[in-house]
């Protein structure tokens, strides 16, 4: 019989639901399935919602205390989907209650907390997963197995765009989205972490960084103070020019202010053999290179990714174009399965705090103006 892991929300928002949407897929979408997910309970402090999430995703119990989720003896697997400054308190009662845990992106809203979260985690001996869930893009899990296998040789260039336009709307109002306090940043904190999560799944980790920053709108509406207006204190778009461990030179750019993007995440990788390129608003293809082909039939090619997953994935069959939510089922079944077969979860809190490890350097670089050292997470 396989094993049931019962799964506690903390938060029940927008990715709340796909997480939930991904728990209840994983069934269909795999077989045989080596474990059984069990929507186990769910909290949110909006009045009303943790109601909501039991009558529409099927949470065997709702509650607005989420220490309740936590320390339930119903529990095994702790899923935060709270705003990011949240992340803590909840991440910390989970580990003293030795529950495993799935964490949205950015584990914690600075460097200083998120090693202190892998510490702990680590002598407590839980297992835990970040949320990196465009690792598991079929398009994304070729590109890695074509740069391990020597595909573009030595890397010379990664680039990463990421671009969003909600923010273009002056009139759009503050959110905690656009407040430090409750993020540990802008852009650079929301879409950077899958930006630079990617680049170090295919290129491994940048030694130095030189960022910049900027703020297009500097005041906006108080949602909750009608014709008030409030001082916005994080960026909207981050650039950051990369020195690469392994050689080569890399750029990253993030933006919430990019006029006519939806969800433009954009990668290229070139190198001494051949070159890679992925667009997430094409997601079905990846795009190659092979410079060691003769010149006359050299061009990039484009190859089918759609949703060739391995066993024992079974739906839906591999040649449909694959959707965002996908991705998701796909990194939560990669979770539960590690538990499942006591092996530990990837990506981990470790890639999580190497993820902060550049953010806080490309921070730093903008304070200084110089380039800044990114320390190696292991």
Not at 108 to 129: D, F, K, P, S
Not at 165 to 170: A, I, L, R, T
Request: glycine fraction near 8%.
């Amino acid at each position: 019989m396989a094993r049931k892991i019962r799964i506690g929300m903390i938060g029940y928002g927008q990715m709340g639901r796909i997480h939930a949407y991904a728990y209840r897929s994983i069934p269909l979408f795999y077989d045989p399935l080596p474990f059984e997910p069990v929507l186990a309970a769910v909290a949110d402090v909006m009045p009303g919602a943790a109601d909501k999430a039991v009558r529409q995703a099927g949470f065997a119990q709702g509650t607005s205390d989420w220490r309740r989720v936590v320390e339930s003896p119903d529990v095994d697997v702790v899923d935060i989907c709270t705003p990011n400054a949240d992340h803590l308190p909840v991440l910390e009662a989970a580990i003293a209650a030795g529950k495993a845990i799935y964490c949205e992106k950015p584990l914690c809203t600075n460097l200083q907390e998120a090693e202190a979260i892998l510490a702990a985690a680590r002598r407590a001996g839980i297992a835990h997963q970040i949320v990196a869930e465009y690792r598991f893009l079929p398009a994304l899990l070729r590109a890695r197995q074509l740069v391990a296998d020597g595909f573009v040789g030595d890397v010379f260039h990664f680039r990463g765009l990421y671009l969003h336009s909600g923010y273009v709307d002056p009139a759009r109002p503050i959110s905690w989205r656009l407040r430090r306090e409750a993020t540990g940043g802008g852009v650079l904190m929301d879409l950077g972490p899958h930006v630079i999560d990617l680049m170090r799944y295919l290129v491994g980790d940048a030694a130095q960084v030189r960022g910049h920053i900027h703020t297009f709108i500097h005041r906006r509406p108080l949602a909750d103070r009608p014709g008030e207006m409030g001082d916005v204190d994080v960026e909207d778009a981050a650039q950051a020019q990369l020195e690469l461990r392994r050689g080569g030179v890399g750029s990253i750019e993030v933006s919430r202010c990019a006029t006519g993007a939806e969800d433009e995440l954009r990668l290229e990788v070139h190198g001494s053999r051949g070159a890679l390129s992925f667009n997430l608003m094409d997601p079905n293809w990846l795009y190659t290179y092979d410079a060691t082909a003769p010149e006359a039939e050299r061009g990039f090619r484009r190859l089918a990714t759609v949703q060739r997953y391995p066993a024992p994935a079974v739906a839906p069959a591999p040649k449909f174009s694959i959707g965002w939510t996908r991705a998701h089922v796909a990194a939560q079944f990669a979770f539960l399965g590690a538990l499942a077969a006591e092996r530990a979860p990837e990506p981990s809190f470790v890639d999580a705090v190497a993820a902060h490890a550049h953010i806080d350097a490309i921070y730093r670089s903008v304070a200084s103006g110089v380039a800044e050292a990114v320390p190696e997470v292991r």
